[in-house]
C-alpha cells in the first residue's frame, strides 16, 4: 500500500513539473518570436563634405551612417532615434 501511496505521489509530481514545463517554453517561443526592438539613440548629423553626411552617435561617438544629402542624414537620425532602425 505504501508503494502504491509513493506511485501515486510521483505521478501528481510528475504532472505538476509537465505543466511547469509547458509553461516555459510558451515562455521561450514568445520571447524568441517577439519583434525586436532597439532602443532610441541621441543621434547628431555632421556634414564632412559635398554630397558626404554622416549620422553619429553621441553616446559613443559611433558613426552610424553615411547619406548624400543632408535631408536624408536627418531622416535616418530620426529613424534612429525613434528606434525604427538597427545600427
Known amino acids: 500500500?505504501?508503494?502504491l501511496k509513493r506511485a501515486?505521489?510521483?505521478?501528481?509530481d510528475?504532472?505538476?513539473?509537465?505543466?511547469d514545463t509547458?509553461?516555459?517554453?510558451?515562455?521561450?517561443?514568445?520571447?524568441?518570436?517577439?519583434?525586436?526592438i532597439s532602443p532610441?539613440?541621441?543621434t547628431q548629423v555632421f556634414i564632412k563634405?559635398?554630397?558626404?553626411?554622416?549620422?553619429k552617435d553621441l553616446d559613443s561617438g559611433r558613426v552610424?551612417?553615411?547619406r548624400s544629402s543632408y535631408s536624408e542624414a536627418c531622416t535616418l537620425a530620426d529613424q534612429l532615434e525613434r528606434g525604427e532602425l538597427c545600427a
Open 14 to 19: 510528475l504532472r505538476g513539473i509537465m505543466a
Open 22 to 36: 509547458q509553461l516555459a517554453r510558451l515562455a521561450f517561443e514568445h520571447k524568441v518570436t517577439a519583434p525586436r
Open 49 to 55: 563634405g559635398p554630397a558626404m553626411v554622416q549620422v
Open 40 to 42: 532610441p539613440r541621441a
Open 8 to 12: 501515486a505521489t510521483s505521478i501528481a
Open 64 to 66: 552610424l551612417g553615411f
Open 1 to 3: 500500500m505504501n508503494l
